[in-house]
């Protein structure tokens, strides 16, 4: 089983849909909890990060933690085609950076 | 601006052929790494540094070598490269170990024929 499971899509939208991207993760260990954005041809940026169960919202995007299910997910209200990207979840702990192998989204205007 | 570059951008080459891919930061970052991409494997680490003359594997360090002789360069090295390591390549700073954003650099695609 891998450490980070998330489903790779691809996951096409009409664009002003909410978008749910998921993630599952194994170990309890795990501390911090982030997605990360990467347009074609580009390096990953840090979208969200959170630490603790429950939400977080920023702006069009919420993330949200459930320790308890081992479940993560981001969702993108009123989504835009300047959204279409690939999605990943990542998991620290200590060092380590534990990345998912990402959702790709497509924003149809 | 702030950002981590690398170079080349895109290589081809052949196996066996020693090579060396550099990564730079101009952000005084003393944590900084190396992650190969591949289709359906995500984001895999290679190599880590903690600061200047601190080195460790990640998940998948065999057949590379990294080196940190400064704060800002981080060099990944293939002294004999095989088409297993045909891959996307990127490079990664942040503030310190631990810290939750990493900037990336641009990525380097690698061609192992």
């Known amino acids: 089983q891998k450490e980070v499971e998330q489903d790779p899509g691809p996951l096409s939208v009409p664009e002003g849909a909410i978008v749910s991207l998921n993630c599952t993760y194994s170990?309890?260990?795990?501390?911090?909890f982030m997605w990360y954005r990467q347009y074609s041809r580009k390096g990953p940026e840090l979208l969200m990060y959170?630490?603790?169960?429950g939400n977080k919202e920023d702006g069009r995007f919420t993330a949200q933690v459930d320790k308890s299910s081992k479940y993560i997910s981001l969702f993108i209200r009123d989504s835009q085609p300047s959204d279409s990207a690939t999605y990943l979840c990542?998991?620290?702990?200590?060092?380590?950076?534990?990345f998912g192998p990402g959702t790709r989204l497509s924003v149809l205007p | 601006e702030a950002q981590v570059t690398q170079n080349p951008r895109y290589l081809i080459t052949v196996t066996g052929k020693k090579l060396t891919v550099t990564c730079s930061q101009n952000m005084n970052h003393e944590y900084m790494s190396w992650y190969r991409q591949d289709p359906g494997l995500g984001l895999r680490q290679i190599y880590y540094?903690?600061?200047?003359?601190?080195?460790d594997k990640g998940d998948v360090p065999e057949g590379y070598k990294v080196s940190r002789k400064e704060k800002r360069n981080f060099p990944l090295i293939l002294e004999s490269p095989s088409p297993n390591q045909t891959s996307l390549y990127f490079c990664?700073?942040?503030?310190?170990?631990?810290?939750?954003?990493?900037?990336f650099g641009p990525g380097t695609r690698l061609t192992v024929t």
């Open positions: 540094s903690m600061n200047v003359e601190v080195t």
């Open positions: 990542a998991i620290v702990y200590g060092q380590n950076f534990v």
């Open positions: 959170t630490y603790s169960s």
């Open positions: 990664a700073s942040s503030s310190h170990p631990g810290a939750h954003e990493q900037y």
């Open positions: 170990n309890s260990a795990f501390q911090y």
